[in-house]
């Protein structure tokens, strides 16, 4: 049972140390998230780790205040990476590598748009909204914060997941001593193939997610690996030319990656936009509640007179306006912020994007995280409704060359960023108000965590490029359907059949109850990165069994987030080696063949045995 809110005017609350240690986790988390997404197109919420971290380092000494800042601040580069990966990889695969300060400064001022715009909100949201607004993640952050500042049992497990999830991650991109991934084909089945992906972080967040909504992702991923590449492969098997929009091979010479490439990328493009749009539109009747709160809370803000207590205090309201008109004129008066080296006219057209888009996000996203959690805000649907809404402007004024799609994806950066910064403030705010924290506080560190973590989140996009996106081992899922959206709507080329055919399988699973976009997801990525997703929520099923639900405050999930930092780092780290030239990108592994493959298998149970020891000694 969660207690009601309590100030605690006589603690500790915005110290050095709390925000060193805010600024050092939000390193950490900001790369680890980085690099999951690209890998497979979803992040963690770093809320609860941060907690729990903050007080393991400062070895019981932060006050419940100072812990409850310094997660505030590390969780902020959680949704920089988010609305970062989402977007900026599309722009390497057009060939325009953006400059580590543009990726920085779109990060940033995403992330102060998000923050300002969120302001108005909180006593709406987090106040009066009180008894019906349940924040289930920003409510578990606050019992962990009062469960770990006055004893640290279990935080050992979030170091051990994390020496665990490096030391993983080091032994196959490193040294190569085993494969990356089994695999076997599917007997019956044309071109069916099943495997799975040797990936520490997938088995952790997997955990994280729970058997339910890890089943609905790998069904997704079933549907396209086992039923839609077979389909296609028997119906063209006999086709004497290629199927549009492939255009040189037929399907009998196209293996199951290329089949997926050329037909069930756009078929998983248009189930997660589907998805997405779906999941926006439902959540419309509280816009308009949440624009007319946004107003009268800058009223009363600059209207209010004499003191307020702590526990309600907010930045001021010139912060608000100044804030939100810096990131408006930074878009449209600033050479080479926006991609594609536009004229004024084009970039005072992405500043009205940013503005009207961005402002709509965040009234959305602050409200949807207090009824579903941060970890289920509809950023990327949100995103595709501003690109599709900034591609038509452009269209119609004829602008369609490659400059123009980079200006578009861009802007969607902005919003991206911004939708999921107002989501993790807006939990942040929770939390604190729950443990009695001073909400102005709160801002001002979320805003140091963006303005620090902007950078972090630039290089590690910049490191990992090394490997190249859209391939193997970085999908960057996201962003590639991103990039496929823009070109379709700019260029008209987009095989409206195949994305129709997407949103029907997406809204025929939203009809039978489960997450639409978990579902997309699955259908949009491979089976080799969905199935050790399932095995984590498998493994933390087996671990709950004939136990009653102890929150996320668990070893488990503890073990799980360490284990997705830790690989993360090392990924980083990895990547970091290949530029420098010390290390190369790929090698043959040292134990290969089928007897490799067992190997890979066997070390995937020994993590499996790991986040279930951590569970159940908790």
Not at 250 to 257: G, H, K, P, W
Not at 337 to 343: F, K, N, R, T, V
Not at 405 to 413: F, Q
């Amino acid at each position: 049972m969660t207690a009601d809110p309590s100030p605690q005017p006589s603690m500790r609350e915005f110290t050095v140390r709390a925000v060193v240690t805010g600024i050092a986790l939000g390193v950490v988390f900001g790369a680890a998230n980085a690099y999951l997404g690209l890998k497979v197109g979803m992040t963690v919420s770093a809320s609860i780790p941060a907690s729990v971290m903050t007080v393991a380092l400062l070895r019981g000494r932060a006050s419940l205040l100072e812990a409850n800042l310094s997660q505030t601040i590390g969780s902020a580069s959680t949704s920089l990476a988010t609305g970062t990966i989402f977007t900026i990889p599309a722009l390497f695969l057009w060939g325009l590598a953006p400059p580590f300060w543009q990726i920085a400064l779109l990060a940033l001022l995403g992330g102060v748009l998000g923050l300002a715009a969120m302001i108005p909100l909180r006593r709406m949201l987090i106040v009066d909204g009180h008894g019906e607004l349940p924040y289930p993640e920003g409510r578990a952050c606050a019992e962990v914060l009062r469960a770990t500042t006055s004893s640290a049992t279990g935080s050992a497990w979030i170091f051990r997941g994390m020496a665990v999830g490096a030391g993983m991650k080091l032994l196959v991109a490193l040294l190569f001593a085993v494969p990356s991934e089994a695999g076997a084909a599917v007997p019956l089945l044309p071109k069916a193939e099943v495997a799975l992906e040797f990936a520490p972080a997938l088995l952790a967040v997997g955990f994280i997610l729970g058997y339910r909504q890890a089943a609905v992702v790998v069904a997704g991923a079933v549907v396209s690996s086992l039923a839609l590449i077979p389909l296609i492969a028997w119906i063209g098997a006999g086709l004497p030319e290629p199927l549009y929009p492939e255009r040189e091979l037929t399907i009998a010479q196209m293996d199951a990656s290329q089949i997926w490439r050329q037909y069930i990328r756009y078929i998983g493009a248009g189930a997660v936009a589907t998805a997405g749009i779906l999941t926006v539109l439902r959540n419309m009747p509280m816009m308009a509640g949440a624009f007319v709160s946004v107003a009268r809370g800058m009223r009363k803000e600059t209207g209010e007179k004499g003191a307020v207590a702590a526990t309600d205090r907010d930045l001021p309201g010139w912060f608000i306006a100044a804030a939100i008109a810096v990131v408006i004129a930074a878009v449209a008066l600033v050479p080479g912020l926006i991609a594609g080296d536009l004229g004024f006219v084009a970039r005072l057209v992405c500043a009205l994007g940013v503005a009207v888009f961005g402002l709509l996000s965040v009234a959305v996203a602050a409200r949807i995280v207090g009824i579903v959690g941060v970890s289920s805000q509809p950023t990327s649907g949100i995103t595709l409704v501003t690109l599709l809404g900034t591609a038509a402007v452009f269209a119609a004024f004829g602008w369609d060359d490659l400059g123009a799609r980079a200006a578009v994806l861009t802007v969607g950066t902005v919003v991206a960023v911004a939708t999921s910064k107002a989501g993790d403030i807006s939990q942040d705010l929770k939390t604190g108000y729950l443990v009695g924290a001073t909400p102005a506080w709160q801002q001002l560190g979320q805003l140091i965590g963006a303005a620090c973590a902007c950078w972090v989140v630039a290089g590690t996009v910049l490191l990992l490029s090394s490997y190249g996106f859209g391939g193997k081992e970085l999908a960057a899922p996201q962003a590639t359907l991103m990039k496929t959206i823009i070109e379709g709507v700019l260029s008209g080329e987009l095989p409206w059949g195949l994305v129709a055919t997407g949103a029907g399988i997406s809204g025929a699973a939203m009809l039978c109850g489960v997450s639409g976009l978990a579902f997309a997801i699955g259908v949009y990525l491979p089976i080799a990165s969905m199935l050790p997703i399932f095995l984590g929520g498998c493994v933390r099923a087996l671990s709950e069994r004939g136990r009653p639900a102890e929150g996320e405050a668990r070893g488990g999930i503890l073990a799980a987030a360490g284990v997705v930092a830790g690989e993360g780092l090392a990924g980083v780290l990895v990547a970091g080696l290949v530029v420098a030239g010390l290390v190369p990108k790929k090698a043959q592994p040292w134990l290969g063949g089928e007897l490799g493959e067992l190997a890979t298998l066997a070390l995937v149970l020994a993590i499996c045995f790991f986040l279930y020891r951590g569970a159940r000694e908790a």
